[in-house]
């Protein structure tokens, strides 16, 4: 309990990620791209902001792309320079990306600069910390404790209902692991019963066989010693 109550509040002071997207020219492996994923549940609030430094006329267009992992796009800015922010809510259980690449003018190339970067502070806010509580406050007319709480038992409820997802998904996991195991055993089954039939018909087959040549010996025996007794 204490180490939740100390994550709530220590929340807001999470700074924002800081990295740097190497630029290359059009056409080019994309190796410079930078893509951060994280996981978000259905119908919840996804506020991206973006810090990216640099000028329009450095000769480097950062583009960015937000989409998830089966398929949904939801934005795509581009040539972006100083803040840029993209809000949206997510359709789908499932990790969404959000990638930046820095494109390379051949007009205006590197300005003599080796290796061009741009940096980029990327800040993603999900859920109850994506929701302007500075607006809610005024609206509300709520005190700075009251919004604070308001703001805690969101988070509260989101950590609530994430526990409840994954504990739904280590159920079904359990069921899928409980039918494959038994679809093995039957087939196990399945398997001994047909090594078995097979092991039965080839003891028939060769006692049969192994009886027909004795038969045969037998009776050649007998008719060589009729042409004996005949001689």
Same mark, same amino acid.
């Given at each position: 309990?204490?180490?939740?109550?100390?994550?709530?509040?220590?929340?807001p002071l999470i700074s924002a990620l800081k990295f740097d997207v190497h630029a290359h020219y059009v056409g080019q492996a994309k190796k410079s791209e930078r893509c951060i994923r994280n996981f978000v549940a259905k119908d919840t609030l996804v506020v991206v902001?973006?810090?990216?430094?640099? %000028?329009?006329?450095?000769?480097?267009?950062?583009n960015m792309h937000i989409k998830d992992a089966v398929g949904n796009e939801y934005a795509r800015p581009r040539?972006?320079?100083g803040e840029q922010r993209s809000a949206f809510t997510s359709v789908?259980?499932?990790?969404?990306?959000?990638?930046?690449?820095?494109?390379?003018?051949?007009i205006h190339g590197s300005n003599g600069a080796n290796n061009p970067t741009r940096h980029v502070e990327l800040d993603i806010d999900i859920g109850a910390d994506a929701r302007?509580?500075?607006?809610?406050?005024?609206?509300?007319?709520?005190?700075? %404790?009251? %919004?604070?709480?308001?703001?805690?038992?969101?988070?509260?409820?989101e950590i609530v209902n994430e526990m409840e997802y994954l504990r739904t998904r280590e159920q079904k996991l359990r069921d899928t692991n409980e039918s494959t195991n038994e679809r093995v055993k039957w087939f196990?089954?399945?398997t001994i019963g047909v090594l078995?039939?097979?092991g039965t018909w080839q003891v028939i087959y060769l006692r049969a066989y192994f009886r027909s040549v004795i038969?045969?010996?037998?009776l050649g025996g007998y008719k060589n010693s009729f042409q004996i007794a005949e001689d």
């Open positions: 309990m204490r180490l939740l109550l100390f994550l709530l509040l220590s929340s902001t973006a810090k990216v430094g640099g %000028t329009k006329d450095d000769g480097q267009m950062v040539d972006i320079v789908a259980d499932s990790a969404f990306d959000v990638c930046f690449e820095n494109i390379l003018s051949p302007d509580w500075s607006a809610i406050q005024a609206a509300e007319k709520l005190k700075p %404790t009251e %919004t604070e709480l308001r703001r805690m038992e969101e988070l509260v409820a196990a089954f399945a078995v039939g097979l038969l045969s010996a037998r």
